[in-house]
């Protein structure tokens, strides 16, 4: 892996760490939502880089939450890898195939986060009745993924509006340059 593209990596999953932790300090109106802003790296590494990339950045960006929140090792933090990885896939995957815009993508990786999500919880307390909240979390999700998209629609274009060229285009053809 080239320098060039571990600093990314790590600049986005670090991103995305630091607002999952300044999320948490933001109450949700709502019991067992959460704002998910934090997704907005995913989201950004989906549209721009390749598969590797986006898996790196979600599962470094959910580890490092769960080391900076204390919630390492906890089910958690299981739940929350369990949760991004899939959405990650599901985004990665119905982004490229051009089935939805980037709002349904966004939409359709917060349904696979959350149901990834309530298979993990309801598996570690051994009780199917923990996926009762799965409507509720389904519902809570949609606001967040759609705030989401846009962000990352505007990101993305300011991106390249200032440097003028695809990023992801850039970084693929520089990777052996920094080797």
Known sequence: MSSRKLALISSLASLGSVIYFLETFI??????????????VVLIAVVLYDWQ??????LLKSVVS?????????????????GSITAAACE?????????????VSVLGSVANNVAQSIVGAVSIKSWSFLLVLPHMLILG??????????????????????????????????NDSR
């Open 92 to 104: 990665y995957i119905t982004f490229r195939t051009s089935i939805f815009g980037l709002t349904g």
């Open 53 to 58: 990339t986006v898996f790196a950045v979600s």
């Open 27 to 40: 109450p949700f109106p709502l019991p067992f939502g959460r704002w998910g802003l934090s997704n907005l």
């Open 142 to 175: 949609v606001p967040g993924a759609v705030l989401n998209a846009y962000l990352t629609e505007r990101v993305v274009k300011r991106a390249k509006n200032s440097f003028g060229l695809n990023v992801a285009q850039k970084v693929t053809n520089n990777e």
């Open 66 to 82: 769960a080391l900076i929140t204390g919630q390492l090792f906890s089910i958690v933090s299981l739940m929350s890898i369990a």
